[in-house]
């Protein structure tokens, strides 16, 4: 188990220097900085100083290096385009993507869960075909056309529900959420459906054929012979064991939600990273880029960590560390 | 199948049962008008090649027909109640609490997310009014009778951290939990080391024995059902071709098929070079031959054979399907 935590950890730790690396390279050799952060005015001298100021005339190992031990600090270098901390700028967003991600999350799995048990349950029920052919459309439609869908319903014709915005958010120390208020909790709807509708779509047909298959095991149809109440084969024995691949695909989902979160935050103008780092783009901001770079790769190591873990407490298979020797 | 007034009424009685499955072009019959009857404890043997209709014959017995299958005709009788027409709740009570059932894969047959203890004191506790301390204390005795050492400690470990033929001693104790009239076995050795397998069905003969549990005992192994069995059937395509006293169909089996299969098992005092070897393979469902369905494998075949279907009919001390026991009284019931 420990052996397992820390061979898990130092992979995590590979994979972030790797990202660091490519933000590193992102950082000095696309575009020219100083050309986004001064006025056309700004004289020749000008532009060399300030490029000493950052640091840019140094050796790229040496830049690695500051640029490694900079980042450990929490220190992610200044937007050029902002002229404030990085660090301060992506956490002052990190709570409005982070509540957009989690809630999209919820919905995918509060729904998806349910509606592929049901298909997985009754393969042949016109409800469950039903839901087979809307999760045909939410896999195949691009979430910017669902997101502008949505608004064009609920918030043009129904008006129900806000466009744009995050609503009112409350601040909790350094964090703000959304979540307390009835204006932030009614913005927060449309643009988690919006993100969430992709692995909702995602989860309900893993959930479905993992159901299906599960319900055709040799288990499944021995505790029908003991028989077991069919709340106890359909839940206790059959969705039990699809839980592991759900955890699974759950987990590298919530990654790409919040990775994916920069098209629906940039359709509804919902104010968290993804949004920051489209901006950044179009001004070349490259600070900020790298930054966001590093902290979504962050995060999803920090996800398969946990799913990982989340393995051990659903498949006892995996504990091997318990002597199980066979008689 | 002309079977005398028995004083009493059998355990299990399986009557003209016809199993179907819808298809695009048509219906295929699986099981094809098959009877037999079981009394309280014995036990009965069913071979047959693989495709003979053995699993479907204990699937439909205990209501696990798996769609599209499904019974067509015939009736299942158990303990005089018809039990083939029940509502699913209603013949879920019958799983398990009076008909209990063994499959063929010990390592498929438990989930691997529970340990066995949870397994055990789950299907205890759905058909029997005890507490968790009672269906546990109950676990560990079933364990111990299957003969699973330290069972204490090993009522807590999960399906994975036994061996198959451990396993398959667990799956015994879960289809005995609750003490069922009879038994479904389909196959229960065959996925285990040949140097367990006698083990296994030694252990299930005595168990049954002990607790006067009938067993329908389905097999490849004809020297299985030579040792266990009491009485045997013999099917072939969906039908049963032959059945009787096991020492009968063993040692003077009648249908040719029968013939053949006994060639798989040597036995004392037989010459194994002369036995007929069986050519060929059983027809598919969508391709059965017109009479005997085993007509085309049949050296004895004759023109009867190919036009007209045999019935079962007693022969002796047993019955059989084949035309050869069509002559007068005098000659049948000799060995051909
Ligand atoms: N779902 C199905 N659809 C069509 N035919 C099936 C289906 N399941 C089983 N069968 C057929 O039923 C026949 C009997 O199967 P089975 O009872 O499993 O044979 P066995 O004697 O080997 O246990 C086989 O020929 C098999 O092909
Ligand atoms: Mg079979």
Known sequence: MIAFVLRRLLQAVAVMLVVSLISFALFNFVGDPINNMVGQETTLDERAELRRQLGLEDPIPLRFARFIGNALQGNLGVSYRMAEPVGRLILSRLPATLELSLAAAVFALLVGVPMGVYCGLYPRAPLARLFQAVSLVGVSLPTFLIGILLILIFAVHLNILPSFGRGEAVALGWWTTGLLTAAGLKALILPAITLGLFQMTLIMRLVRSEMLEVLRTDYIKFARARGLSNRAVHFSHALRNTLVPVITITGLQLGAIIAFAVITETVFQWPGMGLLFIQSVQFADVPVMASYLILIALLFVIINLVVDLLYYAVDPRLRLDRPGKAA | ?336
């Not at chain 2, 179907?20 to 009394?39: K, M, Y």
């Not at chain 2, 299942?76 to 799983?95: A, C, F, K, S, T």
């Not at chain 2, 398990?96 to 340990?115: C, E, K, M, V």
């Not at chain 2, 006067?212 to 266990?228: F, K, N």
């Open chain 2, 1 to 336: 199948m002309a079977v005398p007034a028995l004083a009493n009424e059998p355990l299990l009685r399986v009557e003209d049962l016809r199993v179907e499955f819808p298809t695009r072009r048509g219906r295929l019959t699986a099981v094809d008008g098959v009877s037999f009857e079981i009394a309280p404890g014995e036990v009965l043997g069913v071979v047959g090649e693989s495709g003979a209709g053995k699993s479907l014959t204990g699937a439909a017995i205990i209501g696990l027909l798996e769609p599209p299958g499904k019974i067509t005709g015939g009736q299942i009788v158990l303990e005089g109640q018809r039990i083939d027409n029940l509502p699913y709740h209603e013949m879920r009570q019958i799983r398990g609490r009076r008909i209990g059932a063994i499959f063929q894969d010990p390592l498929t047959s438990l989930n691997p997310l529970y340990t066995i203890g949870r397994q055990l004191t789950e299907t205890i506790r759905t058909h029997l009014p005890l507490g968790e301390t009672a269906a546990r204390e109950r676990a560990l005795a079933l364990l111990r009778a299957v003969g699973i050492p330290a069972a204490e400690q090993r009522i807590d470990q999960y399906p994975h951290q036994f061996s198959g033929g451990m396993r398959q001693r667990v799956v015994i104790a879960l289809a005995l939990a609750a003490e069922p009239r009879l038994i479904i076995a389909d196959e229960p050795t065959t996925a285990l080391d040949v140097s367990i397998q006698a083990q296994i069905i030694a252990l299930l003969k005595r168990l049954c024995r002990e607790h006067g549990t009938a067993v329908m005992l389905v097999t490849h192994d004809m020297g299985v059902i030579a040792e266990t069995a009491d009485r045997v059937a013999v099917m072939y395509a969906g039908r049963i071709v032959e059945i009787g006293p096991v020492r009968e169909v063993v040692r003077h089996a009648r249908h040719p098929y029968t013939v053949g299969l006994m060639g798989s098992i040597p036995l004392v005092g037989r010459d194994v070079a002369r036995l007929a070897q069986i050519d060929g393979a059983m027809p598919r469902l969508n391709a059965i031959p017109l009479g005997c369905a085993f007509n085309p494998r049949c050296q004895k075949a004759f023109d009867i054979c190919r036009t007209q279907r045999p019935d079962l009919r007693r022969v002796g001390p047993v019955a059989v399907a084949c035309h050869l026991f069509d002559m007068p009284p005098a000659d049948a019931g000799r060995p051909p």
